[in-house]
């Protein structure tokens, strides 16, 4: 099961290399800095620019990095010019209040639109579990249940959608389950949880973090060969999403 503690052990045992996004909030970044070292997280370093912290990820002179407070739109820019991607996936750790820890993905209102982007996102989150040490089980939502096929067109097709990504991801021998619309259910029973697409996604991400108070770890990005943990600059303390960096960097790699 996934858990905050489990994650913060994992960080202790690795005590890896960890960058930092340092932007216009300097003493929230260098107080979740100091957080993270005294708990030993992390070895962590602080950049001023989007393009010095990538390019230290890119050449390992860091093993991890976190957006920490700078631009999403110009850090994510650079990531995609300096590892030759041309676009980004990112799964959400979210924690409610009371609740299971679990993987909200997408969080990225371009991203997972279609049936072979939500099977990529199954498909790159299974050896993010892996590290975690955690089996995956996975739920596909929809726009509906299954009573309300025939009432939108629109419904129709995440339903369909939905179902096609629980027979296929199931072929491919993962835990997967059409959830209908019960994000309820979803979130008690599993660890990863699909959106209909990147709209509804980002706002689930948005009403949980932003306006009910759920805590996000921060968001890894799932198509990159490194450990890059993206971040809210909303986010009161980055000491957690630190500690998550360091704890999915596989050692001597």
């Known amino acids: ?16 290399r960890v960058g930092i996004g340092l932007g216009e909030d300097s003493r929230k970044v260098r107080s979740s800095v100091r957080s993270a070292e005294k708990k ?62 679990f993987f909200l993905a997408p969080v990225g209102v371009d991203e997972g639109w279609g049936v072979e982007s939500k099977l990529e ?21 929809s726009g509906g249940r299954m009573g ?13 959608e939905a179902m096609e990504v629980e027979r296929r991801g199931r072929e491919e021998g993962y835990s997967v389950e059409h959830c209908q619309i019960l994000i309820e259910e979803a979130v008690r029973t599993k660890n990863l949880v699909i959106a209909p697409d990147g709209i509804t996604g980002n706002i689930i991400f948005r009403t949980m973090h932003l306006v009910d108070g759920c805590v ?22 980055y000491s957690d999403s630190i500690a998550l960096a360091s704890a999915l960097v596989v050692q001597g790699k």
Request: aromatic residues 6%; charged residues 30%.
């Open 40 to 101: 030993q997280y992390a070895e962590v370093v602080t950049f001023d620019s989007p393009e010095d912290m990538v390019r230290a990820l890119h050449r390992n002179d860091v093993q991890a990095v976190v957006r920490g407070d700078l631009s999403a739109n110009l850090t994510m820019t650079e990531i995609k010019r300096q590892f030759s991607l041309d676009h980004l996936l990112r799964a959400a750790l979210m924690q409610p209040k009371g609740g299971r820890m």
């Open 1 to 16: 099961m996934l858990a905050p503690e489990h994650i913060f052990q994992k960080a202790r045992e690795n005590r890896a």
């Open 121 to 141: 996102f199954l498909r790159l989150s299974a050896p993010l579990f892996d590290l975690l040490e955690v089996k995956m089980e996975a739920g596909a939502l």
């Open 148 to 160: 309300d096929i025939g009432r939108s067109p629109d419904v129709d097709r995440t339903i369909r």
């Open 216 to 237: 996000s770890m921060g968001a890894p990005i799932l198509n990159l060969e490194k450990v890059f943990v993206d971040t809210s600059r909303a986010k009161r303390c």
